[in-house]
Every structure is written in C-alpha cells, then in structure tokens.
C-alpha cells in the first residue's frame, strides 16, 4: 500500500487491492456478504451464484434480509446499471481456484471501476484459515478487530462499525451517506466470539466421542441423482473430522468435491446421520432412507465464527438427538 492510499489488501488470488479512502459502499456475493454482515460490515446490496435465483435464499441470507441489505439476482445476469446507481466503493466475492471470483464476472467490476476483493474458500485452507481472511478483510472495512455483530445490531446497508460502534438495528443512512455509529461491545464482546466458537467446538467433540455415528454429507440432485461429499475437499467437513465426527467418505470415483451417484448409493455407505444440502436449488432427502437421522448443512455457510459455531451446534445436536 503507497503512502497515498489509505486502504490496501492482498485478496485470496494475490491480487493487490488499493484506494485512496477505506471503501465503506460494499456490494458481495450472497456468502461474503453475510458474513462481514457478522463481522460488523453491512453490505449496501449482495447477489447471488448461478445457483440462486431472483429470491434471495433462506439457506444463505444469514443476517442479510434482516439487515435490510438488497438482493440483485444472480451475479452472472447482474444489472450493470443497478450496480452503478449503488456507487460501491469495493465488491468481495469468494474464489474456490483462487484464480476466478465464483459468482461475479470480474470484467463486471472493471467496466465499473470498481476493485474486486476474491477471497479462497477452497480445500487449500483450513477453515481457521479462512475465518481468520474474513476477519481480516472485515477490519480493513473498519470493523472492530475479531468482533462479530450480534444478529440483532447489525448496522445499516452501506456503512461500517467503527471500532467499539455500530449502527443500532434498523437504522438506515440516508442514500449516499453513511449512519451514525452507535455503541457496540468491545474487547469484552470480541472475546465472547472467540470462545463462542471454541464452545462449540468443544460441544461438539464430545458429543462426537459420545455417539460414533457415522456422517454423510450430501447435495441432492433430484429423485434419481444425489451429490456426494468428499469429507476433506470442504474446509467445514475436514474440521468436523479433526474434531472427531465419523464421516463417511462416498469411495472411488470421478469429481474432486463431490462422487455423483444414485440414491441407492446412500443406503449402501449406511449413514447414521445425513448432513443434507439445504439451499434452495438442492433436494431434500426422501423416505427412501428410512432409519437415518438429518440435519441441514449449507454448503455456503458464511464463513464467521457465529455462523460456524451455529453449525457446529445443530451438529452437536443431531449427534445427541
């Protein structure tokens, strides 16, 4: 960063991003945006993946809808136009080859002249690796170091915590203007996130050592095809594992991610528990497999501490139940 620019930060592909002023209109891709919503940082607007559709997602949102941030659709038929009026001083999106932003065009950025942040989500990190980018990013934007909003005092569309304040809830900047901050948790607050996470954590770990089930993780791809994840390409799943979940691994075959096969396969590898995909576009496991337990898992988690120790919980819970 030059003496001349007062914001400077080295994205998940190398790329080094500068401005002259610490860019407070954020437009993201619907996971980065919800979590730097959770990281203090409220997003003027977010769209989605070639996934989602006109509707923001209920899987994905996280604190997105109750912030009062917009949805634009898609990031591959996003409004050129929309996105100028929004005046965005930076946009984040995620890379999963650490090459391409996933759901935006970058040339969509260029043409509005606006720097692209990619940040890696992909299996190359842990997902402590990945948290602590986010988190990082986050307090370039101005938020608190390692805070974490509370869901119910995010702050308005467009504007960013300063360290120790943040919007109250509800509260909108006028357009072209940024809200007042308001008084939000400090250092106090910021270590009841760390150990919120490190909680859940521990909860988990000993429901895993208590149960031995065995866990499946899969994205169903209607009544004749269901998607089968590879426990160590997610950086979540590996973390689970290292805290001691049994998870399954789907066996040989084609794709890095995920094996694809047929329903029957699931009865076949004879999951104790199934962590099933539970965006919008995904299906929901049938009656076909019939003594298994369930439990939503969003392959997009944002990646915060509050929305993986919540995760990390509702496993926890599945593995006690």
Known sequence: ???????????????????????????????????????????????????????????????????????????????????????????????????????????????????????????????????????????????????????????????????????????QAAPGTQAAPETQGGPDADAAVSAGLRAAEDTLREAAAASGLAVLALSGAGPDQV?????????????LAGLGVRLVDPGPGPGANWLTADWGRVAELRPDLVLFDSRAHATVPGEALSGVRFTPWNPETPPSPAAYARFFRDVAEALRS
């Open 227 to 239: 998607h089968l994840a590879r426990p160590q390409a997610w950086p979540e799943l590996a973390r």
């Open 1 to 171: 960063m030059s003496g001349a620019q007062a914001w400077g930060f080295t994205d998940g592909r190398g790329t080094e991003l500068g401005a002259a002023r610490v860019p407070r209109r954020v437009v993201a891709y619907v996971r980065a945006g919800a979590a730097l919503c959770d990281l203090g940082v409220t997003p003027v607007a977010v769209y989605g993946s070639g996934h989602d559709g006109e509707v923001l997602d209920p899987a994905k949102e996280g604190g997105l809808r109750s912030a009062g941030v917009t949805y634009l659709g898609p990031g591959r038929a996003l409004d050129e136009g929309l996105l100028r009026e929004l005046r965005p001083d930076v946009i984040v999106d995620v890379t999963y080859d650490g090459k391409s932003p996933y759901a935006l065009d970058e040339a969509v950025a260029e043409r509005a002249g606006v720097p692209l942040v990619a940040l890696s989500v992909g299996n190359e990190l842990t997902l402590s690796a990945i948290l602590d980018r986010f988190g990082a990013l986050a307090v370039s934007l101005g938020a608190a170091p390692d805070a974490q909003a509370d869901p119910g005092t995010q702050a308005a569309p467009g504007t960013q915590a300063a360290p120790e304040t943040q919007a109250g809830p509800g509260t």
